[in-house]
């Protein structure tokens, strides 16, 4: 096992007996279908977040980014296509934790329900991984066992995302939604629904020229 525990970022701890009920996760993460282009900055800011000694180490994030040709559903006619994979905080208690066989393992976030995977009670005995419906319980290279913790209700991830709005950079066309959200399920399913606003090229320089950072030479 690993000295040093990767961080969880919860906003306390409640712990629940097995068979007891337990409140569902309301709002969870989501991401929009081929608009992920691969950046990776998500699990950069994911490994940053967690790490107990500023490391970045996309190895240690909660997410991952994978190329998925092989679902069609998740890539465009060329197949190209980059799928977010994120815990979907199934209903609790979760698939993970329902097989996990050591009492205290797991804990939920008294804010967001999340299941937390308690790394010093974990045994590494790996029962989660393949528990796991969506495949979104990671192993560490050091063996601990990585799971979505929702950063306490405010995901690095979504905040990280480099195709938000003010991530981008004026004179590039891009479209204005974002890959991951954080939401409530019937918000998410209105924002996939809307239709990516387009911006015009106007190039670098001019944007620089029209912004005031840079003079013309005439």
């Keep these: 096992m690993s000295a040093v ?3 969880e970022m919860v906003t306390g701890r409640v712990d629940y007996p097995r068979g007891a009920e337990v409140p569902n996760v309301v709002e969870k993460l989501f991401a929009l279908r081929n608009q992920c282009t691969e950046c990776n900055v998500c699990e950069v800011a994911c490994s940053l977040a967690h790490s107990p000694d500023g490391t ?20 465009n006619p060329l197949g190209i296509g980059f799928v977010a994979e994120i815990c979907h905080h199934c209903g609790n208690p979760p698939p993970c934790a329902d097989v996990c066989p050591v009492e205290g393992a797991f804990y939920y976030d008294p804010e967001t329900k999340a299941a937390i995977i308690d790394q010093d009670n974990c045994i590494q005995c790996m029962e989660c991984v393949p528990g796991c419906p969506f495949d979104v319980v990671f192993v560490a290279p050091s063996g601990e066992l990585l799971k979505c913790d929702l950063c306490g209700g405010d995901p690095v991830c979504v905040k990280a995302c480099a195709t938000r709005p003010e991530m981008l950079n004026e004179g590039k066309q891009y479209v204005r939604l974002p890959v991951l959200f954080h939401e409530e399920q019937a918000e998410f399913n209105a924002i996939s629904k809307q239709k990516p606003e387009a911006r015009d090229e106007v190039g ?15």
């Design 5 to 7: 525990r990767q961080k």
């Design 56 to 75: 970045i180490n996309p190895q240690y994030a909660r997410l991952r980014i994978d190329h998925a040709p092989h679902k069609p559903s998740r890539v």
């Design 204 to 218: 670098m320089m001019q944007a620089m020229l029209e912004r005031g950072e840079i003079s013309s030479s005439a």
